[in-house]
Nanobody, 115 residues
Framework: QVQLVESGGGLVQAGGSLSLSCAAS????????LGWYRQAPGKQRDLVAT???????NYADSVKGRFTISRDNAKSTVSLQMNSLAPEDTAVYYC?????????WGQGTQVTVSS
């Protein structure tokens, strides 16, 4: 019902910035929340930031103050601005959409931060 297409991953030096974008298509009017998760090597997939259809935003403590999530309902997109990046931010980042108790995932985009 919902398709997610990500862009913006890449390699950046520590202290640098990177912006990720995710475009949603399909039955976009049923989406309750959009967000970003990440999975580093040897670790589970963890929440980075989410924004609900009502505008409520949540951040993981590890990224608070450095990352900013934003959504444009008219364009059906959600973005993640990442500043002050550190090597521990290296992970595959996944776009996520929630429709009730159903979840939809993007394909993932690699973010690598070099020291």
């Amino acid at each position: 019902q919902v398709q997610l297409v990500e862009s913006g991953g890449g390699l950046v030096q520590a202290g640098g910035s990177l912006s990720l974008s995710c475009a949603a298509s399909g039955n976009i009017f049923t989406i309750n929340a959009l967000g970003w998760y990440r999975q580093a090597p040897g670790k589970q997939r963890d929440l980075v930031a989410t924004v609900t259809s009502g505008g409520t935003i949540n951040y993981a403590d590890s990224v608070k103050g450095r990352f900013t999530i934003s959504r444009d309902n008219a364009k059906s997109t959600v973005s993640l601005q990442m500043n002050s990046l550190a090597p521990e931010d290296t992970a595959v980042y996944y776009c996520y959409a929630r429709v009730g108790d159903w979840g939809y995932w993007g394909q993932g985009t690699q973010v690598t931060v070099s020291s």
